[in-house]
T-cell receptor, first 115, second 115 residues
Framework: AQKITQTQPGMFVQEKEAVTLDCTYDTSDPSYGLFWYKQPSSGEMIFLIYQGSYDQQNATEGRYSLNFQKARKSANLVISASQLGDSAMYFCAMRENTNAGKSTFGDGTTLTVKP | SAVISQKPSRDICQRGTSLTIQCQVDSQVTMMFWYRQQPGQSLTLIATANQGSEATYESGFVIDKFPISRPNLTFSTLTVSNMSPEDSSIYLC????????????FGQGTRLTVV
């Protein structure tokens, strides 16, 4: 079974609107971290936001927030007030305490922001 | 944070030859990883580069094909040996410190085309 599932290959959003990118994960490790990365067409991987499995509150970083629902094993990324520069591929990733620091990535979601 | 210099940024190689990719980090890091990414697709972990010892390879990747060196905490190389067109991909170096909450940093990637 896939450890990280991103079910939306592509998403469109109107500029200035909010958008939610879905991510579900599968682990039996009680200690893990969830990450979101942005990969523009230039190819660089940019870290956006982190959520720890024991964190009580949802993470926020500027226009990015993470809707963490532990019981449902979901960690959706919410981007508010979308900008044209947000058009990119977005990856959800997980690091498990028992997995030697390695990250497992989802298949990614390509977000296109329309003017 | 960590700044990673990855070289070369791209190359076109003849089948049967080998290419060595370098990853230089501006600070000492605990963990170094090598990933492969087909354009528009997810990242697949090749191996964990271990300082002063043999790398730890993921299923489907072997040392004879992808020899890795890591002589110190700031430098690693990945060699793609006896290349075939199927090796055409983007190769990414990634680093992080120990700890679930520490994000991974990525090099700009090496875009390899085998003809």
């Amino acid at each position: 079974a896939q450890k990280i599932t991103q079910t939306q290959p592509g998403m469109f959003v109107q500029e200035k609107e909010a958008v939610t990118l879905d991510c579900t994960y599968d682990t039996s490790d009680p200690s893990y971290g969830l990450f979101w990365y942005k990969q523009p067409s230039s190819g660089e991987m940019i870290f956006l936001i982190y959520q720890g499995s024991y964190d009580q509150q949802n993470a926020t970083e500027g226009r990015y927030s993470l809707n963490f629902q532990k019981a449902r094993k979901s960690a959706n990324l919410v981007i508010s007030a979308s900008q044209l520069g947000d058009s990119a591929m977005y990856f959800c990733a997980m690091r498990e305490n028992t997995n030697a620091g390695k990250s497992t990535f989802g298949d990614g979601t390509t977000l296109t922001v329309k003017p | 944070s960590a700044v990673i210099s990855q070289k070369p940024s791209r190359d076109i190689c003849q089948r049967g030859t080998s290419l060595t990719i370098q990853c230089q980090v501006d600070s000492q890091v605990t963990m170094m990883f090598w990933y492969r990414q087909q354009p528009g697709q997810s990242l697949t972990l090749i191996a964990t580069a271990n300082q002063g010892s043999e790398a730890t390879y993921e299923s489907g990747f072997v040392i004879d094909k992808f020899p890795i060196s890591r002589p110190n905490l700031t430098f690693s190389t990945l060699t793609v040996s006896n290349m075939s067109p199927e090796d055409s991909s983007i190769y990414l170096c990634s680093v992080s410190q120990v700890g679930l909450g520490t994000e991974a940093f990525f090099g700009q990637g090496t875009r390899l085309t085998v003809v």
